[in-house]
């Protein structure tokens, strides 16, 4: 009797050839953020976000096996950075990881999920050279890995531009993150892919006003101005305009989707209308 093949899987978040190096970035987190439980005074808003009964869970629960759920409530408190930055520095590992796992580690997934390290990696000597080199590592990784899965068919929670804002708000440099990008794009089996889908998203969230790009990217709002003059500056440059030319001159030759092509169309067009004005401003 004659059946049909299989339908197969889509990919999952750990199918992607950049899984492993990522969660080998993963685990040098774990061996050299800090502690494996935060501590007994562990700051949280107990006012409105938070219950003391899930405080005294988040105390007690090694950091390693804290599940999503603790690190979700964690997120949504309204404390800012806290005073004690053990606590942050063993914290972040486990955000590290659900992230790579495409797991969400807090309510909105906007962009912001990592701002609170951000703004302790801004404020203050918050990771020593060695562990911003690690937490650097696992960025350049998670824009490979989620840079490939979004060429599936399915692609994940984490899109590359999703990625762009979360990383940004994580207080890595602009400049670092856009060469990153740059080299997601330069990948020879899915780069011309992955720069079609980072069109598709960008456009999704731009118009033009007055001359100027705006971008409807909340998550840049918290943003120095000196970093959204450092993106604005890339997505003007020369070389993101060159590579998306070569894309679109190759789109008779290979099978580049039509939705990219326009996307990558109308990004061609916004080259030399974004400035730091396109991006919204930090208010608070």
């Not at 003059?229 to 099978?255: C, F, K, V, Y």
Request: proline share 7%; with cysteine; glycine share 8%.
């Amino acid at each position: 009797m004659r059946t049909s093949p299989p339908i197969a899987a889509a990919p999952g978040p750990t199918d992607s050839p950049f899984h492993a190096p990522l969660m080998v970035a993963v685990g040098e987190a774990y061996a050299t953020f800090g502690r494996a439980y935060v501590s007994r005074q562990l700051e949280v808003c107990l006012v409105c976000c938070m219950e003391p009964e899930t405080r005294d869970r988040i105390i007690a629960t090694p950091v390693r096996q804290m599940p999503p759920d603790l690190i979700v409530a964690y997120s949504n408190s309204a404390h800012g950075v806290p005073h004690d930055l053990d606590d942050l520095r063993a914290l972040m590992p486990r955000y590290l990881e659900l992230l790579a796992d495409d797991e969400l580690v807090d309510d909105i997934g906007i962009g912001t999920e990592l701002l609170r390290f951000g703004d302790a990696v801004r404020a203050s000597g918050f990771l020593n050279a060695g562990q911003l080199a690690i937490y650097t590592r696992w960025a350049q990784q998670m824009v490979l890995h989620f840079g490939w899965i979004d060429t599936q068919t399915e692609g994940g929670i984490t899109s590359p531009i999703h990625l762009l804002e979360l990383l940004s708000c994580g207080g890595l440099p602009m400049a670092e993150i856009c060469v990153m990008f740059d080299h997601l794009f330069a990948q020879p089996d899915f780069g011309m892919a992955a720069c079609g889908d980072f069109a598709i998203g960008l456009v999704a969230q731009c118009k033009m006003k007055n001359d100027l790009v705006k971008a409807d990217m909340f998550a840049l709002n918290y943003l120095p101005t000196a970093e959204r003059t450092a993106l604005a500056d890339w997505l003007n440059g020369a070389a993101l305009s060159a590579r998306i030319s070569r894309i679109r001159d190759r789109a008779g030759h290979e099978p580049v989707p039509y939705f990219a092509q326009i996307a990558l169309g109308i990004l061609a067009s916004y080259r030399g209308h974004f400035a730091d004005a396109s991006f919204p401003e930090r208010t608070r």
